[in-house]
């Protein structure tokens, strides 16, 4: 029976500190071949170029790494003549600890992450939006509005996308986001 390609990664998130020396990921796919195997950040083709190597066995290494370079989606994609499958790593500038009141405009990359402290859910910072929210709502609260984190403490990690301007508001798991 012929097989399709299946992909995984690992790791799918990575934390990008100062530091870090290398980012690795390894893609694990499978399928009949021939089988092609690409990788690719944020929709665009990586080749070894002396940053990047894609060593044996489908390994990113990423030398060096910046974060104002490469924070992103890291895409590996296997395909061959029966289709194709995916699999993503997010590599995210790794903020610590937050305080509550943090706010997404806090973070100057465009993949951030952190970790949430217990007790943000009372915090009286606001959050304005629903499934997108504005540059200043509060991370961690909008985390757990949207279902990402509860109460306790967690990690969360966002992409900064262009504000939509207008914001609807709504009440989720004990959060009220303002318009």
Known sequence: MKAPPEVTVVPEKIQ???STTNIV???KASGDDP???KWTKD???ITSDGHHFILPGNVLLVNNPEVNIDVGVYMCTASNQLGSAVAT???YDYKGTLHCSSI????NSTVCGGLCP???DQDLTPIYGDAQYSM??????AAIHNGSIQSQRGVVIWKKTPGTGTYTGSVKNGITSQR
């Open 104 to 107: 997404f405009a806090d973070c």
């Open 118 to 120: 217990t007790g943000c």
């Open 43 to 45: 929709g665009v083709e």
């Open 89 to 91: 790593s997010t590599v």
């Open 16 to 18: 990008l500190t100062p």
């Open 35 to 37: 089988l092609n195997v």
């Open 136 to 141: 200043d709502s509060a991370i961690c609260k």
């Open 25 to 27: 990921i390894e893609c």
